[in-house]
């Protein structure tokens, strides 16, 4: 006999469902954040820092954002392009008013436009106030966001999150808005707040603000103008060691055409700034500008720092002879110096001359390309021409050919007509190679920066096109110094050594240091392309090399086919065929003894938890940092130091262009390198050290950052 089994009822089992049901709705309606609305470039949702009401009329929420890479959306001033996110609530219930919060951004360059946003993750801060307390709150937020990458896609999300009546604990979601919380800008101090002011000057229809204050840390400023005024990016012209500096914002457009040529149109309009990169965190401060004593034309003052820094110039170009990045052009100028020494003195006089002209040249030549580059908002810099693997791959097959010149190989002929006034034709044809001897001896000492060079660089490159012509001109007639004393005194000559059989080795000995600085070059391309792209060079260079020994015993026909295969092979060496990895483009960052990966986020909340932080900006173009990280910056003297501290070292590598490197550069009023600097409890403000190091300067400045 089969005992019946007591099977559940439809009724029962409704119930059951119900009841389960009932549960995961309950957990739906009481939770902390609403579900994701996602998209292909990233997601959104809302949280909140609790998971019920409360007792409390005021709520904390936020609006969650997260990205995909290379994917952001922007500020509430977006910058050159752009929209921020706009929230509706129209469709919430028990909720009177919302306060959204603004993190501090990140600035984003493209194309020469510059927008504020952000990038991977964000969240917005949300201060509710509900209309009745211990009521449950239903929102309903629209949001209508702009998210960009290469191209710009419009999104409007439906969100939705229910607050229940209750106890109102904390959610696992409260740090994540804390957090972003702690970035949203507060208001400064009274002793900041009376630091800082912000100046109108200028003529009338070219006017432009001059902020100043104090920044303890990595100074960075935007400012957003009153209404229908537009300005230009924050330009920092000036810091100094107590944290005080000086920011320029020209003026592009202010309200309307006809009042933009009234002198004193925003004297009294508030602006407000915001200052990220305070080791206290982001400040925003609401300012009148004061246009009462507006400056319109230079003061003496002007006059007296471009005169100063002019000064600087002339200095930090001729030390720029001593450096250790002008190595590659020693055999040049050793060259250059010894073929005259039997020589008529108006002769060398000229020759001299044309070199120096040469060196000049190629600065003010420089000039103009830097201030062409900042017309069209491209970043510049000094010595950023290493950066480029067309310019390393022209200057290698340059460098080839002036080797097989010294060798006797191939007779480099330049254009003498410009020197038609120099004498007869030999003279001439011997002008116009000083001269280029002088414009290659600039390029190649140019990667490096000098003392004093890189205050006189940092000075011009703030400034305008009047400044970066003065400066480069000084530092032009500094470096070609040697040149013109001998020009000046040629009778110097005379105490050269005679030339003769010893000449022909030592062409030969100057053209190995040549292919030295070759392999040099191919040495960078290989860092900065991969290695099949290094390699791919050599063996064309190489074809080169042998087609001019070919091209020596060759008859007219041949020639000029020789010579057409070598100018097709040197194209390929300046513009690679090849298709390169860009996993290999950028190697990625080894671990060297004590140092760690640069990345500047991480430097003021070190520096904020009382640690040291040495920071070197390196290169492999760059010879002068070479010698200070072998000689200096790993020896087991810094090393015991650093480790027995507990210092961060910090290094970052600036062979490939790098937007954040240039940035922190900018910071600090340097377009070049080597850049190093010290951060600690006791200067927060950084103690930057000098172009070539010492270990002595090194330990100085370690132990006066520290926290006494």
Not at 9 to 33: C, D, K, M, Q, R
Not at 302 to 313: H, K, P, Q, R
Not at 554 to 561: A, D, P
Not at 635 to 648: G, L, P
Request: proline share 6%.
């Amino acid at each position: 006999m089969i005992k019946n089994k007591k099977i559940l009822s439809p009724h029962s089992l409704t119930v059951f469902i119900v009841f389960i049901g009932s549960l995961y709705l309950a957990e739906a309606l009481n939770a902390a954040a609403s579900p994701w609305w996602s998209t292909e470039q990233g997601a959104v949702r809302l949280l909140s820092n609790t998971n019920a009401v409360g007792n409390s009329q005021d709520l904390r929420l936020g609006l969650h954002f997260k990205m995909k890479p290379g994917w952001k959306i922007y500020w509430r001033s977006p910058g050159d392009a752009g929209y921020p996110p706009r929230i509706d609530w129209s469709g919430s219930q028990n909720l009177k008013e919302v306060r959204m919060k603004w993190p501090a951004p990140t600035r984003f360059r493209v194309l020469g436009m510059e927008t504020l946003g952000y990038k991977n993750e964000v969240v917005f801060p949300l201060d509710l106030l509900s209309s009745e307390s211990k009521r449950g709150i239903i929102i309903r937020a629209k949001v209508s966001y702009l998210t960009c990458n290469k191209i710009c896609i419009p999104y409007v999300a439906n969100l939705r999150l229910n607050l229940l009546p209750g106890l109102a604990n904390s959610s696992k979601e409260e740090s994540l808005i804390n957090k972003f919380q702690k970035r949203v800008p507060k208001s400064p101090s009274a002793r900041n707040a009376a630091d800082t002011s912000v100046l109108l000057f200028g003529p009338p229809g070219n006017q432009s603000l001059r902020v100043e204050t104090k920044i303890l840390g990595l100074p960075s400023l935007i400012v957003e103008p009153p209404p229908r005024v537009q300005l230009g990016s924050p330009k920092l012209i000036q810091r100094k060691p107590n944290g005080k500096v000086i920011f320029h914002v020209r003026i592009i457009s202010a309200i309307n055409e006809k009042e933009n040529k009234k002198l004193n149109n925003l004297n009294g309009k508030k602006v407000t700034l915001t200052f990220i990169g305070d080791i206290n965190g982001p400040i925003e401060q609401k300012i009148p500008i004061n246009g009462s004593k507006i400056v319109t034309k230079p003061t003496n003052t002007f006059y007296w720092t471009i005169f100063n820094m002019a000064v600087l110039a002339l200095l930090g170009g001729f030390i720029l002879n001593l450096m250790p990045c002008v190595l590659p052009v020693i055999s040049l100028k050793m060259l250059s110096v010894i073929k005259y020494s039997s020589n008529e003195l108006n002769y060398i006089r000229k020759g001299f001359l044309a070199s120096a002209s040469g060196v000049i040249c190629s600065f003010l030549l420089l000039a103009s390309t830097l201030v062409i580059l900042r017309a069209f908002g491209q970043t510049v810099g000094w010595g950023l021409q290493f950066h480029q693997p067309i310019f390393l791959g022209g200057m290698a097959v340059v460098m080839t050919l002036f080797a097989a010149n010294l060798w006797g190989i191939f007779e480099i002929k330049l254009p003498s007509f410009l020197f038609s006034s120099w004498g007869p034709a030999k003279q001439r044809q011997s002008m116009a190679d000083n001269f280029i001897t002088g414009v290659f001896a600039t390029i190649l000492a140019t990667p490096c920066s000098a003392p004093f060079l890189g205050t006189a660089v940092g000075f011009a490159l703030a400034r305008g096109p009047l400044e970066i012509y003065v400066i480069f001109a000084f530092l032009g007639i500094g470096f070609s110094i040697p040149y013109l004393i001998i020009a000046i005194f040629p009778k110097l000559a005379h105490y050269f050594p005679k030339p003769g059989q010893w000449m022909i080795i030592l062409r030969k000995i100057l053209g190995l240091a040549l292919i030295a600085t070759v392999v040099w070059l191919l040495y960078i391309i290989n860092n900065q392309m991969g290695s099949q792209a290094a390699l791919f060079k050599s063996i064309l260079l190489f074809i080169i090399f042998g087609l001019l020994i070919l091209q020596k015993r060759r008859s007219k026909i041949t020639g000029k086919v020789i010579f057409g295969i070598i100018s097709v092979t040197a194209f390929l060496v300046v513009f690679n065929p090849l298709e390169i990895d860009e996993n290999k483009k950028k190697p990625q960052f080894v671990v060297e003894k004590f140092w760690k990966k640069f990345n500047p986020d991480n430097v003021l909340p070190k520096v904020a938890e009382g640690r040291i932080v040495l920071i070197d900006i390196t290169a492999d173009w760059c010879l002068t940092c070479k010698v200070n990280k072998v000689l200096v910056l790993d020896s087991e003297i810094i090393r015991n130091y650093v480790n027995r501290n507990k210092v961060i070292a910090l290094r970052a590598d600036w062979t490939n262009s790098d937007p954040i490197i240039t940035a922190f550069l900018n910071r600090f009023l340097r377009y070049g390198i080597p850049f190093n600097i010290v951060f600690g409890p006791n200067a927060p403000q950084g103690i930057i050290l000098p172009e070539l190091l010492t270990k002595t300067a090194v330990l100085s400045a370690l132990k006066k950052a520290k926290k006494q």
